[in-house]
């Protein structure tokens, strides 16, 4: 549970430090990188949940 919240908190950070960046310039390049690195926390969050779930489904047969 402690590296879910490291990755989510550095998740944020990206996402937060791109998307000031782009305010701050203008640039797109920052703009899109803000995107995918949501993109790609969105998908880490969703792998990190399926195995909980999975855990909880064969935890009993265990």
Do not use: C, D, H, Q
């Not at 203008?26 to 399926?50: D, H, Q, T």
């Amino acid at each position: 549970m402690l590296i879910m919240r490291f990755l989510l908190l550095l998740a944020v950070f990206a996402v937060g430090g791109a998307v000031v960046l782009w305010l701050l310039t203008g640039n797109p390049r920052y703009k899109s990188w803000a995107w995918k690195a949501f993109r790609i926390a969105v998908v880490v969050l969703f792998v990190f949940l399926a195995l909980f779930a999975i855990e909880r489904v064969l935890a009993p047969l265990g």
